[in-house]
C-alpha cells in the first residue's frame, strides 16, 4: 500500500499546477491572437510568438498529464484518509478524476481553436472548462485546507514533503 505520493508524482503535480495558472492568469496575448485570427486579420510575428507561448504551455501540460497518468497507474496513490467522510471521499475523487480529464480536454481545445481556428473549441477552452478549471482549483486548495485544519490530516504532507 503506497502511504505517500512519488517525488517524481509530486514534482509533477507542482510543475503542472504552476503550469495550468500561468495560463489561466497570462491570457492576454492568446485573446487577442484569437480575436484578431478569428476576424481574419493577419497578426504580427510578435503576436504569434506572444501567443505561441500560452500554446506551448498548454502543449506541456497536455504532455505531462500523460506521464502523470501513467504513473499514478504504475505506483498507484495512497489512499484517502479516514477523518474524510464516505460522501466527501466520492466527492473528491470525482474532483481529481474531473481534474484530469480538463488535463487533456483543455490542451485539446486549446489546439483546436489556435492550430485549426475551430470557433466552437475556442468558446469551449475560453469559456465553460476554463471557469470548470477555476472552479476545482478553488474546491481542491478548499479540501486541502480542510484536510490540514479541520481533520488534521497528512494530505498536504503527502504532496508536498512526503511522509
Not at 483546436?112 to 481556428?117: I, L, S, T
Request: aromatic fraction near 14%.
Amino acid at each position: 500500500m503506497v502511504s505517500s505520493f512519488s517525488v517524481p508524482q509530486r514534482v509533477l503535480h507542482w510543475i503542472m499546477a504552476a503550469l495550468i495558472l500561468f495560463n489561466l492568469l497570462f491570457t492576454d496575448a492568446m485573446e487577442t491572437a484569437g480575436r484578431l485570427m478569428f476576424r481574419g486579420q493577419m497578426l504580427t510575428p510578435e503576436q504569434v510568438s506572444a501567443a505561441n507561448i500560452h500554446a506551448y504551455v498548454g502543449i506541456t501540460v497536455l504532455v505531462l498529464a500523460v506521464v502523470r497518468l501513467c504513473l499514478r497507474f504504475v505506483q498507484g496513490v495512497p489512499p484517502e484518509p479516514e477523518q474524510e467522510p464516505p460522501f466527501l471521499r466520492v466527492v473528491a475523487k470525482i474532483g481529481h478524476w474531473a481534474f484530469y480529464a480538463l488535463f487533456f480536454v483543455m490542451p485539446f481545445a486549446g489546439i483546436g481553436a489556435w492550430y485549426f481556428e475551430n470557433k466552437t473549441a475556442a468558446f469551449a477552452h475560453t469559456g465553460p472548462l476554463k471557469l470548470l478549471m477555476w472552479a476545482l482549483i478553488a474546491a481542491h486548495i478548499a479540501g486541502a485546507l480542510v484536510h490540514q485544519f479541520y481533520w488534521k490530516t497528512d494530505v498536504l504532507k503527502r504532496m508536498t514533503s512526503g511522509r
